[in-house]
């Protein structure tokens, strides 16, 4: 069934290529944190933004801020999901070449300023 699916979508299907944690431990963990930040969670800067429209939707809308919450949950869900699908589950055959430890702390450093600007934004909104 895999052959197939990758035949038609381009192995668009993440449980493909489970195992990536044991194969390419610094891609894999630079993976986590963007995937971690784009489904804002709490430190990363899309987290306060989406908390405060939440915030300030409940004292206009609070149908919409539910929606807004909804659509926040299933968000995190889809992401959560994704790097199952990508993360875990035992290594793939094939010999792939993990990222350098150059390319590794440049993404890094540009996590750890997205961070610091989220607690930048904490104070702000407090």
């Not at 194969?23 to 908390?51: D, E, H, N, Q």
């Not at 990222?99 to 300023?113: D, E, I, K, V, W």
Request: aromatic letters at 10%; proline letters at 5%; a neutral charge.
């Amino acid at each position: 069934m895999a052959p197939e699916l990758e035949r038609r979508f381009g192995a668009a299907y993440t449980g493909l290529y489970g195992g990536l944690a044991e194969s390419i431990p610094r891609f894999s963990s630079i993976l986590v944190l963007v995937v971690l930040a784009i489904i804002a969670t709490p430190l990363f800067p899309t987290f306060f933004i989406m908390l405060a429209t939440v915030m300030q939707a409940v004292t206009l809308m609070p149908l919409v801020a539910v929606g807004i919450a909804l659509v926040w949950l299933l968000w995190s869900w889809a992401g959560a999901r994704l790097l199952q699908g990508l993360i875990v589950g035992p290594a793939g055959d094939a010999e792939v070449i993990d990222l350098n430890r150059a390319t590794t702390g440049a993404y890094a450093l540009a996590l750890t300023l997205l961070v610091a600007s989220g607690l930048y934004a904490i104070g702000v909104l407090l």
